[in-house]
């Protein structure tokens, strides 16, 4: 490309084509050395440039106490008639804010309501140590791709990912979870699914009392304020940002 080639031209006259290199050069073998290095890293480059496109990319993720959560995730924001299948703003912000309150995760039993392509769940994973980690959601490719991040991140054996239909879930499923703590990430996004969450956390609180979190991208505030309403007193708000975390009580 025109960029490329200037960035080469640019590289060389600061060096092998730089008036002083002319007046006073380097010695062959050196110039030969470097010029062979260049032609490697501008191959390289080619080689990215000319790549095909995919429909898949692996993401990496630094945490701050060091490491990484590596995930495969598609390009395109909706695909495969979902949007579980990248991973979005509020799922790195519940993770972050985790990391500060680990005593709601490490050595508790843990669900994850529409974990999608799995980020929060599995940097609490990598670095909380919670007893027990149940990833869930509904859609077959987002579970597929799930199981897969997961692997590629080699965790313990006591993560498990199950499929959880919140329209259907029967009680006998939520007793069998028995989690401590229950969160979920930017999945109060539309009216329909904001009835059947509140349904399914009332139905969760019916027989138990974890701790509750969940953490939206304020996308529609109609719909984001319907789903405080639903809430009653449940809640109590933890951040007043476009990002905000909401704890929930039992009566």
């Known amino acids: 490309s025109s960029n490329s080639t200037e960035v080469i031209s640019q590289i060389l006259n600061q060096t092998c084509c730089h008036p002083l290199c002319s007046d006073f050069p380097p010695s062959a073998q050196y110039r030969r050395l470097f010029l062979s290095e260049l032609i490697k890293q501008v191959r390289t480059v080619a080689q990215v440039i000319g790549a095909a496109e995919t429909s898949h990319c692996y993401k990496s ?3 701050p106490g060091g490491g990484a959560v ?5 390009v395109a924001v909706i695909s495969e008639g979902t949007t579980g299948l990248v991973t979005w703003e509020a799922a790195l912000h519940l993770a972050e804010w985790a990391l500060e309150n680990q005593q709601y995760f490490t050595n508790r039993s843990v669900l994850e309501l529409g974990s999608g392509a799995g980020f929060t769940g599995i940097t609490i994973c990598c670095s909380l140590a919670p007893s027990s980690f ?4 509904c859609h077959p490719k987002v579970l597929h791709k799930l ?3 997961i692997a590629l991140n080699q965790l313990d054996p006591q993560v498990r990912v ?3 239909d919140w329209s259907c879930v029967t009680e006998e499923q939520l007793r069998a979870v028995g989690a401590d703590t229950v969160m979920a990430a930017d999945v109060v996004y539309d009216p ?6 509140v ?5 969760i609180f019916a027989i138990s009392s974890p701790d509750v979190f969940i953490c939206s991208t304020v996308r529609n505030t109609d719909t984001y304020r319907g789903f405080v309403q639903r809430l009653g007193e449940l809640h109590h708000e933890k951040h007043k940002s476009q990002i905000k975390i909401i704890k929930l009580y039992k009566k």
């Open 61 to 63: 993720y630094f945490l």
């Open 134 to 137: 149940i990833f869930s959601d």
């Open 70 to 74: 590596t995930l495969q995730e598609n």
């Open 199 to 203: 349904s399914l956390l009332c139905r």
């Open 162 to 164: 199950e499929e959880l």
């Open 147 to 149: 199981s897969e991040n």
């Open 192 to 197: 329909v699914v904001v009835e059947m969450l």
